[in-house]
Nanobody
Framework: QVQLVESGGGLVQPGGSLRLSCAPR???????MGWYRQTAGKERELVAS???????NYADSVRDRFTLSRSNAKDTIYLQMNSLRPEDTAVYYC?????????WGQGTQVTVSS
């Protein structure tokens, strides 16, 4: 079983920046990891994902504003979010998959508001 621990959410003004981090509670050799987000009444959507080799994939809505990186030594991923907009407000969830099972973090709230 994989327990993912997230950090870095909060309240920021439009145009501001936040950095989210996610790591497993114990070191495992994870392959792809990613961030999803969800707002009330909507389905969870992919924000960005990254393979162990560093190949990234971004949702069109965040491309050129968000950057996802990882440290393989720590199995940690970092989502740098710049030029934040009110529509980025959501609960952000870290996700990974191991042995054909999806694992999720507890979620961290990101609120973009003046």
């Amino acid at each position: 079983q994989v327990q993912l621990v997230e950090s870095g959410g909060g309240l920021v003004q439009p145009g501001g920046s936040l950095r989210l981090s996610c790591a497993p509670r114990s070191i495992v050799r994870l392959t792809a990891m990613g961030w999803y987000r969800q707002t009330a009444g909507k389905e969870r959507e992919l924000v960005a994902s990254i393979t162990r080799g560093g190949t990234t994939n971004y949702a069109d809505s965040v491309r050129d504003r968000f950057t996802l990186s990882r440290s393989n030594a720590k199995d940690t991923i970092y989502l740098q979010m710049n030029s934040l907009r009110p529509e980025d407000t959501a609960v952000y969830y870290c996700q990974t998959r191991l042995n054909e099972i999806n694992y999720w973090g507890q979620g961290t709230q990101v609120t973009v508001s003046s």
